[in-house]
């Protein structure tokens, strides 16, 4: 049982905070470069959550499904209104991918937007299994 569960597992990276300062990290003023306009959703604009670096990720054995390299930048409602079940969420959540991954000065979010406390954060590899339902409908 164990082997066949073993056979199954995916590439999976952790998150790990960590004080060695890099491209990726979860808050502060992302490094957006100047031709991405701030993401909006109706009118609101959306709090920035976090940046990977696709080159560092890959790095630490990030699945192959993941860019090797360039940024991805992650938004959100800044009130967390939404949770997308809904269809009329779409876009209350934004991830830009930046394929040059170019590390400017970070980006000052527009006004009265909540800037989240910064930390540098670094990656692990880890295998991870299939949730029960995908192991029961054989998907996973």
Known sequence: MLEALSARTLPALVIDRTDSPGASKIGGCPNLAAHHEWPTWHGTPLAFLAQIDCAAASAAGAPSWLPGKGMLFFFYHPEQQTWGFDPADRRS??????????VTNGTAPPSGLPVFPEAAVAFRAVRSIPDCQRLEDGTG
């Open 93 to 102: 959540w934004r991830v830009i991918y930046d394929a040059h991954g170019q």
